[in-house]
């Protein structure tokens, strides 16, 4: 068998003496079944042969090579990992040195810098440390006591808006009340027609310069209550200083026959004005007991009823009862009303009856009954 090319090369002869077993140094043996690609080496040569001659170079091991089992789990190599608080000092660069570095070998140590003395502390400088120490000291308290008692601050805050609040409504009215700038001084009379508003001012007069909330209605009431033709008023405070009166007159109806002559009262028998004279536009009513008795209210229903085209042309009402109420049209003819009772009704159908029948062509109306009005 041809032996591969190499091994026909003679070994080089080894040195002999201690001096060549120093340099050469120990002598490596591998165990059978561990080497290299499952080489093993035995150190000792074979017999019959030297070390160092041709044939013990050429000795070839011929053990088994081992293999890992099917089941056999190969383990890398696990290198060691640095740890995270290990630091890696930079690569040393020639002229450079760093400050924590130690010095190289055969240079001189650089000099420690020492710390800055600290300057004496003199007894000014106590004093001026102990001020700001207390200073500190009390705005760290301050700053305690406000962060625990917010609470109550905060509830001493709205007790005193609010009584801000109320004493400045207080004293906005009583300087409303009391002061010259409120003061009554005008007095505006409306709805006065038959009523002279200049005499229901002159009347009034007394409340001018009395701040307007503190004028006396009562007198207002009283003074007012002397003109019959006023029925009812309603008083209006304008700011700063203007009093309206809003009157509301009497409506006249009609004119009372009276020993002196004619009285012109209202509804309720109020005299409006009196003469010598029948007033121009209005009835006479004649009632028997005067201006109080039922006859006279029954005759004032029937007036208060009439439209303005019919009571126009009314001359005369009588009412000696209150279901008796006889009216006198301008021209001569007559109306039986009978009492006051349907009143509006019989407005109605006396009004239809006078526009088909106008005054002049019929004697007498009958609408006592209005369903059976009767002409004759």
């Known amino acids: 068998m041809k032996r591969p090319q190499g091994f026909d090369q003679p070994a080089a002869p080894e040195p002999a003496g201690p001096a060549a077993a120093r340099a050469r140094g120990p002598r490596r043996t ?28 050429d000795q070839t091991s011929t053990d088994p090579i081992v293999l890992p089992g099917p089941g056999t789990r190969r383990v890398a190599p696990v290198w060691p990992l640095r740890r ?9 660069t020639p002229g ?3 400050p924590d570095a130690a010095p190289a070998p055969g240079l001189p140590a650089a000099p420690a810098e020492a710390p800055p003395a600290e300057a004496p502390l003199t007894p000014a400088g106590a004093r001026r440390k102990f001020r700001a120490a207390r200073r500190a000291r009390k705005l760290y308290e301050r700053e305690e006591v406000r962060r625990f008692t917010w609470r109550s601050r905060r509830r ?23 002061s010259p700038l409120m003061a009554l001084k005008t007095i505006e009379v409306v709805g006065a027609n038959r009523v002279p508003a200049a005499e229901v001012q002159a009347a009034l ?36 200083g203007t009093l309206v009166v809003r009157i509301v007159e009497r409506e006249p109806i009609g004119a009372v026959v009276t020993p002196a002559g004619f009285d012109l009262v209202d509804a309720a028998g109020v005299v409006i004005q009196s003469g010598t004279e029948r007033p121009a536009g209005y009835a006479t009513i004649n009632a028997r007991s005067g201006a109080g008795s039922t006859g006279f209210q029954a005759a004032a229903a029937v007036i208060m009823a009439l439209p303005d085209g019919i009571r126009g042309q009314l001359d005369t009402v009588t009412a000696a009862t209150k279901d008796d109420v006889t009216l006198t049209l301008v021209g001569g003819a007559r109306v ?40 004759r």
Not at 36 to 44: L, S
Not at 216 to 225: A, R
């Open 30 to 57: 591998t165990k059978p079944g561990t080497g290299t690609a499952g080489r093993a080496t035995d150190a000792r040569p074979a017999p019959g042969r030297t070390p160092g001659s041709p044939a013990a170079s």
């Open 205 to 240: 007069g007394e409340q001018l310069g009395t701040p307007l909330p503190l004028v006396d209605f009562t007198k207002v009431k009283k003074e007012l209550s002397r003109f019959t033709l006023i029925r009812s008023y309603v008083t209006e405070s304008r700011p700063p």
């Open 96 to 98: 450079i040195t760093r």
């Open 156 to 178: 001493r805050t709205i007790w005193l808006v609010s009584l801000g609040i109320t004493a400045a409504l207080a004293a906005f009215v009583l300087i409303g009340a009391y």
């Open 84 to 92: 995270p608080t290990e630091t890696v000092d930079p690569p040393a």
């Open 336 to 375: 039986v009303w009978g009492s006051a009772e349907k009143s509006e009704y019989k407005a109605v159908v006396l009004a239809a009856l006078v526009v088909s029948h106008p005054v002049g062509s019929v004697g007498e109306y009958d609408v006592s009954s209005p369903d059976s009005a009767v002409l």
